[in-house]
């Protein structure tokens, strides 16, 4: 359909052009999730496997990149539920650590990141929806019930032949 070929490019761009920008100016990017950072993991940061990365830097990077590759393959509507649920996983922490308004006293500041705040909301709702969007086929759960259904009658059929198969053989 016309309108998410023009849609997901759209909604995609945001997170193109803000992981491109994490992956250009990365150290700026893992001050500001630094602290959401400590307050997440700070009291399990003990219990943490040591592959799992937990330097703010690398985290920033690792998210620049799923911003971009998710957004890209969004945009050109490779894998789009797929990519939808990537970028509704980025869009969380990134909101949460760049725009906590709560956390600001000057009125004017507070109001900016409360806007940028409600706007990464609105995103992470199209994004949901995306995922959610089947292009008009059925979805995956309605075509495994159908298919078990079939499954089932066949093999129905299938031990019926068979026991009467066994009844005419006696």
């Known amino acids: 359909m016309l309108i998410r070929r023009l849609a997901r490019p759209m909604l ?13 100016d990365t150290p700026s ?18 219990s943490l496997p040591e592959q799992l990365p937990t330097d703010p830097e690398t985290l920033v ?7 971009v590759g998710a957004g890209t393959l ?33 009125p004017q500041e507070r109001a900016n990141q409360q806007a940028h705040f409600i706007k990464n909301i609105s995103l992470l709702g199209g994004l949901l929806i995306t995922a959610v969007d089947t292009a008009g086929k059925p979805s995956v ?3 495994a019930k159908r298919r078990a259904r079939k499954v089932a009658a066949q093999t129905q059929q299938t031990v019926g032949v068979v026991k009467g198969a066994a009844k005419v053989k006696r």
């Open 12 to 24: 995609a761009a945001i997170f193109i052009y803000g992981g491109i920008g994490a992956l250009r």
């Open 61 to 67: 990077r690792i998210d620049g990149a799923v911003k």
């Open 74 to 106: 969004l945009a050109l509507g490779k894998c789009p539920r797929l990519a939808a649920l990537l970028l509704a996983g980025s869009i969380v922490p990134t909101t949460l650590a760049a725009h906590a308004f709560w956390t600001i006293d000057n």
């Open 29 to 46: 990017h893992a001050k500001a999730a630094a602290p959401l950072l400590e307050k997440a993991t700070g009291p399990v940061k003990d």
């Open 141 to 143: 759960g309605y075509r």
